[in-house]
Nanobody, 121 residues
Framework: QVQLVESGGGLVQPGGSLTLSCAAS????????MGWFRQAPGKQRELVAV???????NYANSVKGRFTISRDNAKNTVYLQMNSLEPEDTAVYYC???????????????WGQGTQVTVSS
């Protein structure tokens, strides 16, 4: 069993910061890309940021310069540091990772349970 468990969501004022964490656990052979998506009410889930196994990153235009994605491969954990938060950032944030479990031949796509981020004064 492979699972992604998120933490770090909450309520923050505009201009504030939050850091989300997502830890993968289970019988993991390797992890390729890891990323964060978000979904606001009535909206389609959208990519926020992705970090590849080589450390290369990509960000949605709406968060460039404000959010930073990073990973700690020793901990099988991906982080999303969110600064200068805006009300428009309010959404459920989902961790995502491409993981190859042990004793299998390929990668699978895994999702965290989602964590609510609310930016409001």
């Amino acid at each position: 069993q492979v699972q992604l468990v998120e933490s770090g969501g909450g309520l923050v004022q505009p201009g504030g910061s939050l850091t989300l964490s997502c830890a993968a656990s289970g019988t993991i052979f390797s992890i390729n890309a890891m990323g964060w998506f978000r979904q606001a009410p009535g909206k389609q889930r959208e990519l926020v940021a992705v970090i590849l196994s080589d450390g290369n990153t990509n960000y949605a235009n709406s968060v460039k310069g404000r959010f930073t994605i990073s990973r700690d491969n020793a901990k099988n954990t991906v982080y999303l540091q969110m600064n200068s938060l805006e009300p428009e950032d309010t959404a459920v944030y989902y961790c995502n990772a491409a993981i190859r479990p042990r004793f299998t031949g390929g990668f699978n796509d895994y999702w965290g349970q989602g964590t609510q981020v609310t930016v409001s004064s």
